[in-house]
């Protein structure tokens, strides 16, 4: 069966995502969509049409919605399209190693080379970038975004919203609250409340 796919996001990095994301059996990149400047609609990425975002309704039953931000600001264009009645691909590229019994929620994109350990759940449209590592029985909430090469170790929750940066490292049993930022390369050793900027190591 082929999914019939529409990209949310028009920046620099949804070329890279598509070019990676056509590796997925039985997906099929059709355009990109735009909500912020129309004229953009006059472009193509990566070959493929740029649709604005309000016109798109005549597309719904046809094609799914995957989001290439990674920017936790995407949650209010995704929520919006999700009241529109529009449906979530969840992506996992080929080389990566997700444990059958973890479960992705929708609209969850899995970069390559990325291992995800049994018995976690990765909440609805999480981005996870390349050759990150999520250990087991782990929780990551809604619209977090967990960027290239980041450790997050067993047993933590990872609220939503939440951005962790390249590189960095959560050890086991950590929790992080929604909205927190932890810079690249950071190591955290402790719990971090809720809104918190957390950088260096520890």
Not at 7 to 22: K, N, Q, S, W
Request: proline share 4%; aromatic share 6%; charged share 15%.
């Amino acid at each position: 069966m082929t999914t019939r796919l529409l990209v949310l996001g028009t920046t620099p990095y949804t070329e890279v995502f598509i070019d990676m994301f056509e590796a997925v059996p039985g997906i099929v990149f059709e355009g990109c969509v735009e909500n912020m400047d129309r004229a953009r609609c006059g472009e193509t990425i990566a070959g493929l049409p740029v649709h604005w975002s309000d016109g798109l309704d005549a597309l719904r039953d046809s094609h799914s919605l995957v989001c290439s931000l990674a920017t936790t600001r995407r949650a209010g264009w995704i929520e919006e399209m999700a009241q529109r009645g529009f449906s979530f691909a969840t992506l996992v590229h080929p080389s990566s190693t997700v444990s059958r019994r973890t479960a992705l929620r929708p609209g969850v994109s899995v970069d390559a080379g990325t291992v995800i350990a049994g018995y976690s759940c990765i909440g609805g449209w999480v981005r996870i970038g390349r050759r990150a590592s999520l250990g087991h029985h782990t929780e990551i909430g809604d619209f977090s975004t967990i960027h290239p090469g980041a450790v997050v170790s067993g047993n933590c929750r990872i609220g939503r919203c939440v951005t962790i940066g390249t590189g960095a490292i959560v050890i086991d049993g950590r929790t992080i609250g929604d909205g927190a930022m932890i810079a690249a390369g950071a190591v955290v050793t402790r719990d971090v409340p809720a809104g918190a900027l957390v950088a260096g190591n520890p």
